[in-house]
């Protein structure tokens, strides 16, 4: 005779059932084997101390060239994202495709030399090259629906 518990099927409930040693219970003739539920073991996550980066084939490749010698600022969409200075000419970003509002002015914020949008990931242009300075405004290669001015 044999007795099943209750969330283990009947069939297993046999004496002569092979089944780990620590999973059979024997008093006075009667054999019960104990069944826990399969636990699926996920495998380990690996945490990465920085965010992982997006591939580069999404993102837009943005390149600032800062001509001259003047002090400048960039902004997009409002927010600084770079300022020229005497070594610091040059400045890459990696931006998602899509609108973004473009302004380049000088050290005062009020001295604008160029404002506009940028229309990125349009085609299948993954690069775009912005050159500035304060006499030559603005000049920007890529895609030529790339920059929009006011």
Do not use: C
């Amino acid at each position: 005779m044999a007795i099943a518990l209750p969330w283990a099927p009947i069939a297993q409930a046999q004496e002569g059932t092979t089944a780990e040693p620590d999973r059979i219970i024997r008093s006075n003739r009667r054999v019960i084997i104990r069944q826990s539920p399969n636990i699926f073991r996920q495998p380990s996550i690996i945490i990465l101390p920085y965010p992982r980066p997006e591939p580069e084939s999404e993102q837009v490749r943005i390149e600032f060239d800062a001509r001259g010698d003047e002090w400048g600022a960039v902004y997009l969409n409002n927010r600084l994202v770079y300022r020229p200075h005497n070594f610091d000419r040059q400045e890459t970003l990696y931006l998602p495709p899509g609108g973004y509002r473009l302004e380049i002015t000088g050290v005062v914020r009020s001295d604008v030399w160029a404002s506009g949008y940028l229309d990125l990931g349009r085609d299948s242009s993954r690069l775009v090259v912005i050159r500035f300075s304060k006499t030559d405004g603005i000049a920007v290669s890529g895609s030529p629906y790339v920059w929009i001015p006011d």
